[in-house]
């Protein structure tokens, strides 16, 4: 894979992006996920590590890894990745469906070039699916479908070194986010009775990793300047970037929006000494502010929630590394929760995280020590009544 970003050109932004959401090796030793156990008792910080469910993988082939989740319900539920992340030529992007009980591939039809990395997946509904990342063939991909199969569509405004990040989708409205030439780049789309018509938007030095839509004139798409996070909002007049509080060597990865007056953003900071602390930024309809996690060190790769104020954080734990990590936050405390701590060693990284019904669902990767990837699914039912929180705590901007 490192091959791959380095022939594409990527912008060094983005290899970042790929290095902070632990898509690239680290010197760590792990072993393949061990059998899920359930765990009763908290953790001696008083983290809360009860209400896991299990792990399991999504049955793809050896070296593959899970990158973005999507839920419609509990029995419908979307995720894409890829599979023979080191192989050039073999290297697969792959859709995946969960229907309740077990996980099947669904194909990409009539392309004959395929697609590489599938970064993001959006649902508008249960026959209206958006996946976005790389082709083969050197250009953006960006595929459509449900159920039955995907098929890729053709938008000819994208180019060779475009990049495409993040996809977000409603009823009749989808945009991507990703990069053109270093600058912000934004690509969407509405239907009409004469089919769908494609837009493009550029903004400042930097690239976009992830969006979010709260309405077909509404919403966000968020990143870094190369020195900074970045923020671009969508309104009735189009995307203009938006205020953020200046913290230096910030980034963001992911953003969701609940409605228009609230939404969360995460990514991290990168440290003087080394390492990356997490960035939290919470929007209240006027500004975003900074707000403190309860893990000072964890890097933090995806956020979803659930309509009414409550959201999931997934990420990884270096102090925890063999367990999946998630946080839960509703605007005045936090929950920390914990997936299964196998007997082996092994090094857990979720990317991204979905909230259908009393499901929580994150996805990504567990690492070994000779840089070898097993995908990873990781289940977390409804909190237990004797949650132990952390008051969430503000900073000025």
Request: charged content about 20%.
């Amino acid at each position: 894979m490192t091959r791959r970003l380095i022939r594409r050109a990527v912008p060094l932004c983005v290899l970042s992006a790929g290095l902070l959401a632990g898509l690239l090796p680290r010197a760590t030793s792990a072993a393949h996920a061990g059998t899920a156990r359930a765990q009763a008792e908290r953790s001696p910080s008083g983290d809360e590590a009860a209400q896991d469910e299990g792990s399991s993988t999504g049955r793809l082939q050896p070296d593959g890894s899970l990158s973005d989740v999507a839920g419609l319900s509990v029995k419908d539920i979307w995720a894409v990745g890829q599979q023979n992340a080191w192989d050039f030529w073999r290297n697969q992007g792959i859709i995946t469906h969960w229907d309740g009980s077990s996980w099947s591939e669904v194909p990409i039809r009539g392309d004959a070039t395929g697609a590489g990395h599938l970064r993001s997946i959006a649902a508008a509904s249960a026959t209206e699916i958006w996946a976005v990342g790389d082709g083969h063939d050197g250009l953006p991909y960006v595929a459509k479908g449900s159920r039955d199969g995907f098929d890729r569509v053709g938008v000819p405004q994208l180019r060779t070194g475009d990049w495409l990040g993040g996809v977000a989708a409603a009823s009749g409205r989808v945009v991507a986010a990703g990069s053109r030439d270093g600058k912000a780049f934004l690509l969407s789309s509405s239907g009409s009775s004469k089919g769908t018509t494609w837009k493009t938007d550029h903004g400042p030095a930097g690239a976009l990793y992830g969006v979010a839509l709260a309405g077909r004139s509404d919403g966000w798409a968020v990143g870094d300047s190369g020195s900074g996070p970045l923020a671009m909002r969508l309104t009735g007049s189009g995307w203009k970037q938006a205020a953020l509080p200046a913290i230096k060597g910030g980034f963001l990865r992911d953003v969701y929006a609940d409605g228009r007056k609230r939404a969360v953003a995460v990514g991290g900071v990168y440290q003087s000494g080394g390492g990356i602390a997490p960035l939290v930024l919470d929007w209240d309809g006027k500004h975003w502010k900074r707000v403190t996690p309860p893990e000072r060190r964890a890097e933090l790769y995806g956020v979803t929630g659930d309509g009414d104020g409550v959201f999931w954080i997934s990420g990884y734990d270096p102090r925890h590394e063999a367990e999946g990590f998630l946080l839960r936050y509703d605007g005045s405390h936090w929950t920390t929760l914990r997936g299964s701590a196998p007997d082996e060693e092994r090094t857990v990284r979720l990317q991204a995280v979905a909230h259908v019904g009393d499901l929580t669902m994150g996805v990504g990767h567990t690492l070994d020590d000779k840089g070898r990837y097993t995908d990873l699914v990781e289940r977390f039912g409804p909190p237990p009544a004797d949650a132990g929180t952390v008051k969430a705590a503000g900073e000025a901007e």
